[in-house]
């Protein structure tokens, strides 16, 4: 069966390359559709005669007699595949030896090139596996020396493959090129210095020293499925695109591939990496990290992209998916509806911007239209948020321009969330033990009917902080607040901290004297979705809170979907999860200050941390994007299956987090260029370097 | 993993002879025991005119300056791999085998050096006082026989006779040449005129340098080692010139070309080739070393007189010797000399970076020319040049090899006198050669 995929591969290649379909509307449906009719259609074959692919004639002749039974778009595909068959057997083979004078050699001196056969483009070599003493082939690397040829380049990251010979079968190897360097026979500097004229800069040396270029690869994928290492001196290529596409593909099932961006073969063609949609958002694995310099590495670009590939992954396959996206800093996300709206008005706008890099967006937006990714789909589907002013509450107080929803929260709002929600509004330093138990139990006490501690229970913030002031004005040292007793001053710092929050530092989001306010109407979402919470302009404490009050809402939302109920209650509401998506994805920027490394005690973190721990189970994916990995919670770090770097600096590169990175490829991180990432995700093997496409609004400018 | 085929022949030739002794102990070739020394031999190497002294002169620095182009030179290992029990004598004798190589590596005009597989040759030798060991009762000669009936082993006899089509060098792989050391030459008419002397008047043929090896002489293990090298020398010697010829019937003779060693006298060994058999013997060498340049790096031979090897090894970098003929120049493989069209000059390639306390052999090369090279026809036009005639047409050949100093080579025992092209060159050919590891599979042909 894996001549037939190999058959299939290379027919749909043939598809995009030969007959036209690619580049345009509709064409990978197309190739998909044609590809299918010709599996179907060989597979029976197959099954007649398992051999019917090691006889081309055979074949042909076996389809061109199901063709004259075969009608209507059935018999298009087929035709397809007969073209292809034809042009199997019958691409001539003439020998023709050229000869041309060397460059280099005086006259009479020649080069003879080798025999070139018209009709076959000969696959060219660049080098060889090499396998000494001191670079010994293993199963997951080897090296390899390259042809020296001036315009033959190599750089890690690169991809190839290597073909040898086992028991008279082909075996394919490819690999990333993890490191290149480039070696000579002299020992030291030393020996160089004496051999040039005893250290004479300016002498012109007859003799060119010997140079070679090694290249050193991480294996991704062995055809034959061994764990072994290459044993020979194979001839390397570089991989075509159908060797990329399998070695970071094979493993994923053409029904769960979100595209992640591209990578390029030889001939700088880009080409499709996908990611598996059930390792990135649930069941098998789940949530994905962006890490990278601020400014650099473009991180909310890439997630921005991402999101997009998912939304339209979930509404061509039907999937039930929705996204909410948490604009942490400036203007980020607040803008993106305001690009072009359709292929046209983007070509135009890459036209005219003054990127020196637009030809390279143009080709890679080319790519994803080709791949079926259409980005003005969510368009219609986005929904802003922002908090209010705090002077003027009918205003949003956000940097967009266009039309927003306002959310604010009243006390009751936050006591139906829980009292995780409540913890947002003190300091992560003033949460210990001891605070933490009387936010828990002021929530306690005012949801428990039969509590009294309280009385009469606070329903707004004002009735809140004038209940507690006045518990902490008696002269007890032991305070009852719902079951138990809290030291009157552990209630002072509660009621201190609450104060500042809420008549200062969240003036606008915290209603103080309405007991509900206007919370993000999460359980709202639908399926194709995308909104945008902007929480910029907020206060930490505030970010925090709204963002952990909106992450605790989905997992339970999530949950109740996940264990087939049918309603979910929040706070007094009965809510209803018929439409609600089955599986959201949660974007946030600084996943540092929400989930941080170190402190033992952070029973906000530890909430955050637990969700994630849970989100591949229930649907719930956190694409999380920071500087620092190494600043997050390890935990969350442990259940992400996808990792993704951009550009970085050295400083921001320690740590067991980026293990996966090594040698030349954590090299090259330091030198990556806007747009490009370096990406590991649980299927494959090995990290491939991906580019991705400039998001849309920010071609029309700042 | 497969034997070479080479290696696989190598083996059915030993197999012959092993019933009669023992493997040595360790494979190690004899090139890297020997230390050749400097200026131990009488060498002719005189004046070219009468009023000629020997004071250095300068190298000019400016002018034109002749670009080698390619490459030649030649390795060889004599590796001794078994010891032949003589019972009849009570003694034993090493049997070797010798592994050439021989290549032309070309550079182009942006300084890279590139091989030219058609001419990289290489071949194996067996090396033994044969006759000798027959004489003292040896009998494991039969099987020998037949494998040159089978036209798999040739004798070094043939390859004086006819080395063209001996080695025929059109084919990778060719025939294991099977020597015998009992002889100094490889012509078989004097070996048969030897062999009817040792019955007529034996210690005529038992003294000197070319001494039959037979009887008491075969206790001299130490002769018979050094024979064996001498050998393998010489026939490496041949090779290097079918090949050298070779390339210069494809490219012609305005190439320079730059060998490693000196010029040896070819004529006699190309009468049977095709197109320059017909020639005389001057003007088949004329055709071969026209253009060729020997750099010779191990220096045996002194000149003429002493004052001359004085004032060579006070020369400073910068200064050549004066032009000089070769009164005699030595035939391959044979004691004779002749009376030939060579030129030959002295220069110091490099010194210390610290120095030089000086006379000094340190860095001294001989150039070696044909007469031709300098435009000449014979020595007696050289003579009837003046000074700055010989300096237009010297100077841009020494200019010519002083080029080549940079870059100097690595390996610190020859780095004041070898070329790296040249070293390249060797390197590549070295590749070639069995190593000791490979040899060993000669030792499963004992246990067998």
């Known amino acids: 069966m894996s001549d037939l995929g190999d058959f299939l591969r290379e027919f749909k290649l043939w598809l995009r390359d030969h007959k036209g379909l690619a580049k345009k509307h509709g064409a990978r449906k197309k190739r998909d559709a044609v590809t299918e009719t010709a599996s179907s259609i060989l597979y029976s074959m197959i099954r007649e005669n398992k051999n019917v692919l090691d006889n081309m004639l055979g074949l042909l002749d076996e389809l061109k007699e199901l063709c004259q039974t075969t009608h209507g778009e059935r018999k298009e595909h087929l035709n397809y595949l007969i073209d292809f068959v034809n042009e199997k057997i019958s691409t001539p083979l003439i020998l023709k030896e050229t000869e041309t004078p060397a460059e280099g050699f005086p006259s009479g001196i020649r080069e003879t090139s080798p025999p070139v056969r018209e009709g076959i483009t000969p696959r060219k070599t660049i080098g060889r596996v090499s396998i000494t003493k001191h670079s010994p082939a293993t199963p997951t690397n080897f090296e390899f020396w390259v042809e020296d040829r001036e315009d033959l380049h190599l750089e890690s990251t690169a991809i190839i493959t290597t073909i040898g010979r086992i028991r008279d079968k082909n075996v394919k190897i490819t690999g990333i090129v993890e490191e290149v360097r480039a070696i000579s026979a002299t020992d030291s500097p030393m020996d160089d210095f004496y051999a040039t004229g005893y250290g004479d800069p300016t002498l012109e040396l007859p003799t060119k020293r010997p140079i070679i270029k090694i290249g050193k690869v991480s294996i991704i994928r062995r055809t034959d499925g061994r764990f072994e290492p290459p044993m020979g001196s194979w001839p390397v290529y570089f991989a075509t695109a159908e060797e990329i596409m399998d070695a970071y593909g094979a493993d994923i099932s053409e029904e769960k591939q979100i595209l992640a961006g591209f990578t390029w073969d030889e001939s700088k063609n880009p080409v499709p990496i996908f990611l598996d949609a ?108 922002a908090p209010p002013r705090p002077g003027d509450p009918r205003k949003p107080l956000t940097f967009r321009r266009g039309r927003v929803d306002l959310y604010s929260y009243g006390l009751m709002d936050l006591v139906d969330i829980g009292g995780g929600a409540l913890l947002g509004l003190l300091e992560p330093e003033d949460i210990d033990e001891k605070t933490s138990a009387v936010i828990y139990a002021i929530v306690d006490a005012i949801t ?99 963002f952990h009050s909106v992450y605790q809402t989905l997992s339970r939302l999530l949950e109740a979907k996940r264990n087939n109920e049918e309603t979910v209650k929040l706070g007094g509401r009965e809510i209803r999860l018929d439409n609600f998506p089955q599986r959201i994805v949660v974007f946030v920027d600084e996943l540092n200050k929400f989930a941080p490394k170190g402190r033992e005690f952070a029973p906000l973190r530890s909430h955050i941390v637990d969700i994630t721990a849970r989100g591949r189970s229930i649907g719930l994916s956190l694409l999380g994007a920071q500087q620092l990995a190494s600043q997050v919670d390890e935990e969350i770090l442990a259940n992400t299956s996808t990792f993704v770097v951009g550009r970085s600096h050295s400083i921001g590169m320690r740590g067991a987090v980026y293990d996966w990175l090594q040698g030349g490829l954590r090299d090259r991180v330091y030198v990556l260029k806007k747009g490009e990432m370096m990406m590991w995700h649980a299927v494959h093997t090995r990290p491939v370097l991906i580019s991705f496409p400039k998001p849309l609004h920010t071609l029309i400018g700042e | 993993m497969k034997v070479p085929e080479k290696l696989q022949l190598l083996g059915k030739v030993i197999s012959a002879i092993k019933a009669h002794g023992h493997a040595v102990s360790r494979l190690i070739a004899e090139e890297m025991e020997y230390k050749p020394a400097i200026f131990d031999v009488q060498g002719t190497a005189e004046p070219v005119r009468d009023e000629d002294d020997f004071t250095p002169l300068p190298i000019i620095p400016e002018g034109p300056t002749i670009n080698f ?60 006082p044969l006759t000798g060991m027959e004489r003292a009762g040896f009998e494991g000669t039969s099987l020998l026989r037949e494998l040159i009936d089978e036209g798999n082993l040739i004798p070094d006899s043939q390859v004086a006779e006819d080395p063209i089509s001996a080695f025929n060098i059109e084919k990778e792989v060719g025939p294991i040449v099977l020597c015998d050391t009992t002889f100094s030459g490889l012509e078989e008419s004097m070996r048969e005129d030897d062999l009817k002397e040792l019955d007529r008047n034996p210690e005529r043929v038992k003294k000197g340098a070319g001494a039959l090896l037979v009887d008491e002489l075969l206790y001299n293990t130490g002769r018979v080692r050094s024979r064996a090298q001498g050998r393998v020398n010489t026939i490496r010697q041949i090779l290097e010139m079918l090949v050298v010829t070779k390339f210069r019937e494809v490219y012609g003779r305005e190439i320079y070309v730059l060998v490693d060693g000196p010029l040896f006298f070819m004529g006699k060994w190309l009468r049977k080739h095709d197109v320059l058999g017909g020639l005389r013997e001057v003007e088949r060498e004329k055709f071969v070393l026209k253009n060729a340049v020997g750099l010779v790096k191990s220096l045996r031979g002194r000149p003429k007189e002493m004052m001359h090897l004085r004032n060579i090894l006070c020369m400073a970098e910068g200064e050549r010797s004066p032009l000089m003929k070769i009164a005699d120049a030595v035939d391959i493989g044979s004691s004779e000399t002749f009376v030939k069209p060579h030129m030959t000059t002295y220069l110091r390639l490099r010194s210390p970076p610290e120095g030089l306390s000086l006379p000094s052999p340190v860095g001294i090369v001989r150039v070696d020319l044909h007469v031709s090279t300098i435009g000449c026809d014979n020595t007696d036009q050289v003579k009837c040049m003046s000074k700055e005639e010989e300096e237009a047409l010297l100077g841009p050949i020494v200019r010519g090899i002083r080029r080549e100093r940079w870059p100097s080579v690595t390996d610190k025992g020859r780095m004041f006198t070898q070329v790296f092209p040249i070293s390249e060159t060797e390197r590549m050919l070295h590749a070639r050669l069995y190593s000791s590891r490979e040899l060993a599979y000669i030792y499963s042909i004992f246990r067998t």
């Open chain 2, 69 to 128: 182009q390619a490459f030649i030179d030649g390795v060889q290992r004599t590796t001794p791999v078994y010891w032949v029990s003589l019972e009849k004598l009570g003694t034993q004798v090493p049997v070797h085998v010798g592994h050439i190589a021989v290549g032309v590596v070309l550079r182009d005009n942006t300084g890279k050096l590139r091989c030219k597989f058609d001419f990289i040759k290489d071949r194996l030798l067996i090396l033994m």
């Open chain 1, 448 to 546: 428990d009917t039969r509590d009294t501690t309280l009385s009469p229970k606070p329903n707004t913030f004002d009735q809140l902080l004038d209940r507690i002031n006045q518990l902490t004005s008696r002269r007890t040292d032991w305070i009852p607040i719902g079951s138990g007793t809290h030291h009157s001053a552990t209630l002072s710092k509660v009621l201190n901290r609450l104060t500042q929050a809420v008549r200062h530092q969240l003036v606008g989001l915290l209603l103080q004297g309405d007991g509900r306010g206007n919370p993000i109407p999460v359980e709202g979402i639908d399926s194709g979705q995308l909104w945008i919470i902007d929480i910029s302009k907020l206060h930490p404490k505030g970010q925090r809170l709204v």
């Open chain 1, 278 to 385: 059930d390792y990135l958002l649930g069941y098998e694995g789940a949530h994905l990290n962006i890490a990278g310099a601020s400014g650099l590495a473009t991180k909310t670009s890439y997630a921005l992209f991402l999101l997009q590939s998912i939304l339209n992954y979930a509404d061509e396959k039907g999937e039930s998916i929705a996204a909410i996206a948490f604009n942490v800093k400036e203007a980020d996300l607040m803008r993106i509806d305001e690009g072009p709206n359709d292929w046209e008005k983007l070509y135009d706008a890459i036209k005219s911007t003054d990127d020196p890099l637009k030809e390279k967006h143009r080709i890679l937006w080319e790519a994803c239209r080709e791949e079926g990714l259409d980005p003005f789909k969510i368009l219609d589907k986005l929904r802003f948020f």
